[in-house]
Structures are given as C-alpha cells and as structure tokens.
DNA sequence: ACCTGAACACCGTTCAAGT
DNA sequence: ACCTGAACACCGTTCAAGT
C-alpha cells in the first residue's frame, strides 16, 4: 500500500530537476564553499541525487559554470552620469561579481560568456563606446579590450584553486611574492625595474583600475584601426 | 652480492632527481601531451619516481607551473628597430610562448610569474616604453596591462581542459560560439550589437592584437595618473 | 524522456617508513 | 636530507539499467 491517502511523511516529495534549479543550488554552493567545491559531485548532492543526473540538463563543468556566470551577469547595472561615469560604474559592477566569486573569473576568460545577460552588458558596454562619441569599429574592438581586462585583473587577484581550505581566499599572497621580486630586482639585471619599483608598485588597485579604464578608452578612442 | 665489478646492467643508473630535471621533463610532456597531462603523477612517472618525491623540490603543481613558464619565457627576445617595432616584437613573442603552450597562460594570470626570466621581460619592456618618451609613473602601470592584455588574450585561446583528447585543441570553439551569439542578437534586446554585429567581429586576430597594443601604449601614453 | 547506481580512470597531497 | 609506497580524500564522465 505505496503512499496511502495522497501524501507521504517520509519524503518531502522531491521536485524534478531543472537548469535553473541546478543553477540557483550551485550559487548557494559557490557562495558559501567557493567555486572549487561546487563540483558536479557537490552540487548532485546538495541536489539529493548522483552525478549522472546533471548531465541530462549540462554537457560538462564548463557549461555549468558558464550557465552559473551569466546568471550572475544579470546583477550589473550602469549608475547615471555622463557616459564615461556610466561606463566606469557597468564594468566596476561587473569587476564586482568577479571580484564577489573569484574563480569565476577565470572560467570567465575562458568560456566567452554567451548568455542573454552577457549580450546585455556587451550591448551596454558597445553603446556607451559609441555614445562618447568613438568611432564604431574602433568602439567594437574596444568592448573585447574593456572586458577582457576587467576580467583579467578580476582572475589575476583570485587565488588558483587551494587544497587548503582554511588559508586566506587571497591572491594577495601572489602580490605579495611579486612586490618581493621586483623591491628585490638586481640593478645590474634588471636596471629598470630596480630604479622604478616604487612606481611600480604605486596606487592602491582602486586607483589603478579606474586609470586604467580611462587609459583603454583613450587608447581606443584615438588609435585608427588600420595603422 | 650486490653490484659486482662496479657496474649493473639492470638498471641505467638513476640520477638524482633535481628542479631543472623536473622542470625539463615537464616541459617535454607539455609539448607532446599538453598542460593537463602535466600532473604531479605523471611527470613523477616520467621521472621513474613516486608523485611524493616532487614535494621535495616543489610546494604544489602552481610551483611547478611557475617554474616551467619561467623556463619557457627564457626564449623571448625583441627583434630590432624603434622602440615600438622592439616593443611589438618583445611582446609576440611573449605571445607565442603562451599560444604554444595553451592552459599556460591561464596559469599565469594567477601566478604572477616572478622568476628571474619574468624580471627582465618586465625590465625590457619597462625599458622601452621610458625609451619611448613616457612618464615613468604611467610606464610603471602601462608594464602590467600591456602584459596583462598578451596573457589575457592567449588565456582566451586556450581551451578549458577537455576530458576528449582527439578533439582540437582550439578555444576556437568557444570563439565560434560567441560569433553565433552575437550575429544572433535580438535587435530589441541588444540594439547596439544587433547593428554593429559585423565590426565587433571585424579583423583577424593578428589585426587586433597589433590595434589593441597600439591603443594601449596611446593609452598609456597619453592618460594621467592622477583624475 | 528523465533519472540513477555503480564503475572507470583518474587527480593532489600527506605521512610513516626507509636509506 | 632525500626518497618512497601506500593511503586519504577526492575528481569528471560514462553506461547499462530502470521508471
């Protein structure tokens, strides 16, 4: 006699899977465990079933993470201003995902986020490009270089994958190596890098990003395409 | 009676293990096998010794990572001309390094190489751009995002590691995916994109490094530290 | 069609024991 | 000090079998 009377106490009647469920369970996982632990063993149990499961809905990892990204992607918002405040402020939203769940960045450069969310701030980023007033196939290539180093800078402050779990989420330990090398430069060897280190190192990363931007969208303003 | 006459025919004499031996045979499976087949276990294997042995002579596979792209970046040299030809050249060849060996350079976003063949491509191209007449405190953060755009940009064309060994090692996939996403973009949704779909996809790669590194150095260049 | 248990073929890293 | 076998605690993905 299965399941007497239409309701049973034992189970809370699993409801099936779907891409979105699976999406929204791998966030909760990279939020509170890091994106290294949401593996598809992690997050088929988190999903009460096997691993095999998820492939009905995935190919692999990569398309699980990629599915993961641009849902986060939805997040960002331009602030108003002029578009060069508007500009600064969609990419520091989108540094500010990165930033949240580091790791991702890094699939990020790899996987060419491709999702509808994606497209938007793609979209955002090209038509603020042409609102300043650049030149279109200048601002086309520039969307790549804008995203690309913001994705870049995001992947290069996230720590590769630790065995450790307790230790610091940092990259800043990589920093920190590299600041040693360069105050430590042979001034024979690398006369350059010895003489300048200080600037070098120079500027806090906020400083640093928002110069940046201003750099790229200066370059790409003014560089014709065809040399 | 153990080794008689000095000399066994069993086995060839096993050297001792050390970095540079490591560091070499490593390499070797990189260029026949490539980065994922690189693991602790199979160069250990390679080297007729148990995984436990490299723990000697490195902390964890990111250092035997950053030892080899060390290594490989031993080979980079700027070609003659101006500042900017040697710049340009400097930089590809930092580029090939990285597009040979795909999955390296997604290393090297994260590891911050720091070895001494990494101190003087960062002292050289320090070099040419004070050589190019630009203030040293944006030379100083011009270095990293010149860099950080070659790294950044091979990391795209790389692969994420594939379980399928047959198939091409492209990245050039992911590419082709992206040029669907945005050739199909609802005019509604993404304007921008939908109406300059063609130039963002406009130019072979080998066009847009060139633009890209011109923008930057422009960039670079012409942008004040301080807002 | 969707779901699953179990298996296949791997990983990095640690540790106690040897030389 | 250097080296090692064996173990610990995992992976992604596939496949035959079920519903």
Redesign the pocket.
């Known amino acids: 006699m299965p399941n007497p009377g239409g309701s049973r106490r034992d189970r809370p009647a699993?409801p099936?899977?779907s891409l979105q469920w699976i999406v929204a369970e791998t966030i909760k996982i990279i939020r509170t465990e890091g994106l290294e632990?949401a593996?598809?063993?992690?997050v088929a149990q988190a999903l009460d079933?096997?691993?095999?499961?998820l492939?009905?809905?995935v190919a692999?990892?990569?398309e699980l993470h990629a599915a993961v990204l641009d849902e986060l992607i939805g997040a960002t918002e331009p602030e108003p201003g002029d578009w060069m405040a508007r500009l600064q402020s969609v990419l520091g939203s989108y540094a500010d995902v990165l930033f949240t769940y580091p790791g991702l960045a890094r699939s990020a450069l790899v996987l060419r986020p491709t999702g509808p969310h994606a497209l938007r701030l793609y979209d955002q980023v090209l038509g603020l490009l042409l609102e300043g007033g650049i030149a279109v196939e200048r601002a086309a290539w520039g969307v790549d270089l804008l995203l690309q180093h913001v994705t870049a800078t995001a992947a290069e402050h996230s720590a590769p994958a630790r065995?450790?779990v307790d230790a610091p989420p940092d990259g800043a330990a990589q920093m920190d190596v590299l600041r040693g090398a360069l105050r430590g430069a042979d001034p024979v060897e690398n006369p350059h890098v010895a003489a300048h280190a200080e600037a070098l190192l120079a500027g806090t990363p906020a400083q640093r990003q928002a110069w940046a931007i201003r750099a790229l969208v200066q370059g790409i303003a003014t560089t014709p395409t065809q040399s």
Chains 1, 2 share one sequence.
């Open positions: 699993k099936a899977l632990r593996t598809m063993r992690r079933t096997g691993p095999a499961s492939y009905v809905y692999n990892t990569a065995a450790d």
